[in-house]
């Protein structure tokens, strides 16, 4: 059979869609310079050929260091020779200057958003103000608003719910769940305490996995969200198929310790002139 120049083209379009469709993404936080366990992880994470990496904060220990970032970045190496990545910023990454001279990919406003496998990532800066009617507040809002028809994930350094011995010191719990849920978030990733944990409320996941480097704390906070607790290092995979995306969390030595899933919703096709 031949195929002219259209058939061609719609070839085309529905590989390059397939193979969007099964592309990988990976989620580690909190290295926080103990970069002798992030490369012990990093290997387990390669083995799924993330096209796409999310950090959620705490790179450095310290955040005004150029050696730290530079090993930061040797460790992370075999990751970024085919995954691009997307941080977020943490409590400890204090020189903003220095982490966006090192991460240009960041937007100047240090949060931002990133599209990817029909997911809308909606990256915060925890450590700048988010009260209502702050202006990172609003710009949130705003991208609330015009992604209501997509599914939506969102990653910022400190959590929503956690049990971890800081709690709720940011004060997300009264504010985001209600929010969150009135634009059926599917998903919210954090870092911050250093374990995993994944809580859920009015059907949102919200996942704190502060394992990637950093020793370790305990769970000492009460939660009564809270589904599973880990206290261990590792790292998240995210892949999507048949409409959902799975989720599942890995040790630091790649062992499974806890899958889940969310719907990723249909794009609406653009309108044919």
Do not use: C
């Amino acid at each position: 059979m031949r195929f002219g120049i259209r058939e061609k083209l719609i070839l085309a379009v529905l590989i390059a869609h397939t193979l969007a469709l099964y592309s990988v993404s990976a989620f580690f936080s909190d290295p926080q310079s103990f970069y002798n366990k992030t490369a012990e992880i990093v290997p387990h994470i390669i083995k799924y050929q993330p096209e796409t990496v999310f950090v959620s904060g705490d790179i450095t220990n310290y955040g005004n260091r150029t050696e730290d970032f530079e090993e930061f970045l040797r460790v992370i190496r075999p990751l970024t020779k085919t995954a691009e990545i997307y941080p977020a910023l943490g409590n400890h990454d204090k020189d903003i200057e220095m982490f966006l001279r090192y991460f240009p990919q960041v937007d100047s406003l240090t949060y931002y958003t990133v599209d990817r496998d029909g997911v809308v990532w909606i990256i915060l800066n925890s450590n700048l103000k988010l009260a209502p009617g702050s202006v990172q507040y609003n710009w949130l809002v705003e991208r609330l608003e015009e992604n209501r028809d997509r599914t939506v994930a969102v990653m910022m350094h400190h959590p929503v719910y956690s049990s971890g011995p800081r709690g709720d010191e940011k004060g997300f719990r009264t504010l985001f769940p209600a929010l969150f849920s009135k634009y059926s978030v599917a998903a919210v990733f954090s870092g911050h305490d250093h374990f995993y944990e994944r809580s859920g409320k009015d059907g949102i996941h919200y996942v704190v996995f502060g394992g990637g480097g950093y020793p370790l704390y305990k769970n000492d906070t009460e939660n009564d969200t809270s589904i599973v607790y880990v206290r261990t290092h590792g790292f998240i995979i995210l892949r999507p198929e048949n409409g959902e995306m799975l989720v599942k969390a890995f040790n630091d030595k790649g062992e499974l310790i806890d899958e889940f899933s969310f719907a990723i919703k249909p794009m609406a096709e653009t309108p044919s002139e």
